[in-house]
């Protein structure tokens, strides 16, 4: 009996600890550590390019408003692309398929990237991964020893740095990361790359405030997908022009894909989930395509039209002229509560948060 006793109460000991540590380890996946801005993340704010309307002091969030009303409620909007422009090249373009192996080629950032889409990820296994780049160890080091995190004693351990700032902030981290050397590497221009990190901060800034008005899309995903969301134009960009073309059809007359469809391809290398890659495939979709031609999940679907939406509004508050706003089609619509966008767009923190928005200072 006494044994009996005995193995009952190991049996029930060796119950509570697996709860425990599970619960650990679900609570840090699911992290409620501060989630940074993509701003906090890097130096001061780059300099403008152009004058938007919050620069001029003018009312901004009544013409926001105006311009979201027009991508929602304007009837206009009809499918004008066929569906064949987002599909993916059986056979790549050489040029691309180089340009896409050369942003790839950061190994260790796109490896640590895809652990982290994979459940038994643990801190440790990503400082495995991660100390095989100085620069990445150095730069999650600074991260997690920052004011921000406010940690009583300074950290040396990359597992310790990594349980201090969180999966979520190392995925933003690692984004910003491949985005920047990918630039670099393909030689782009101070003034281009920092137009470029504007917009994708800016669109990284207002997809995560207006994901709760869509069903099943999480901020911090929404966050993440904008910031990789242009991935693709560090593809197509050519050195010997320093610009990025203006349409989708522009991008495929002269390279053969769009920035979207080359983007989802070098992002499906990163081993990120079918809905991610979908979601940066299809982000003009919903302005150009109905949504029963999109091969996509409504997942995917959801946060491809928070791209959207996102990238149209971040274009808007960049332009220096009057930028008119193409409508997301109809058949999209009731993916998203238009109450709660309004809501969104009502705050008076907004203003404050987009004008804080960009990834990077000077580069």
């Known amino acids: 009996m006494i044994f009996v006793g005995v193995v009952l109460l190991v049996i029930a000991v060796a119950v509570v600890l697996m709860i425990y540590f599970k619960k650990e380890k679900s609570s840090f996946r699911h992290e409620k550590l501060p989630y940074l801005e993509v701003s906090c993340l890097t130096s001061p704010k780059v300099e403008k390019h152009g004058k938007s309307s919050i620069e001029y002091g003018q009312d901004e969030t009544d013409k926001i408003k105006s311009f979201v009303q027009q991508m929602l409620f304007d009837s206009s909007g009809n499918s004008s692309f066929s569906k064949d422009v987002f599909k993916i090249p059986s056979v790549l373009p050489q040029r691309i398929a180089r340009s896409m192996n050369q942003v790839a080629a950061g190994a260790t950032n796109s490896t640590v990237l895809g652990r982290l889409e994979n459940p038994n990820t643990t801190p440790k296994i990503l400082a495995g991964l991660a100390s095989s780049d100085p620069v990445l160890t150095a730069n999650i080091l600074k991260l997690a020893n920052s004011s921000f995190f406010g940690i009583k004693s300074k950290v040396s351990s990359l597992e310790s740095a990594i349980n201090v700032i969180g ?73 010997k022009s320093d610009c990025f073309l203006n349409s989708i059809q522009d991008e495929i007359n002269e390279y053969g894909i769009s920035h979207s469809t080359s983007g989802c391809v070098v992002c499906r290398s990163f081993n990120l989930p079918d809905y991610s890659v979908d979601a940066i495939r299809f982000h003009h979709a919903p302005q150009f395509i109905d949504i029963e031609d999109v091969d996509a999940d409504f997942t995917a679907i959801s946060y491809a039209v928070v791209l959207c939406m996102a990238n149209e509004l971040a274009h808007f508050l960049e332009s220096s002229f009057v930028y008119t706003p193409r409508p997301i ?33 000077d580069v």
């Open 167 to 239: 999966f979520g902030n190392l995925k933003t981290l690692l984004c910003i990361e491949i985005l920047e050397s990918s630039a670099k590497s393909a030689g782009m221009s101070k003034a281009l790359m920092n137009k470029l990190w504007s917009h994708v901060g800016m669109t990284a800034y207002i997809a995560k405030k207006i994901s709760p008005a869509f069903h099943h899309v999480e901020s911090s995903v929404a966050s993440t997908l904008g910031i990789l969301h242009d991935i693709g134009k560090l593809i197509l960009y050519d050195s």
């Open 329 to 361: 089609l109809e058949s999209y619509h009731f993916l998203l509560s238009k109450s709660q966008i309004f809501s969104v767009l009502n705050d008076p923190g907004l203003k404050n948060g987009i004008c804080h928005s960009s990834l990077f200072g």
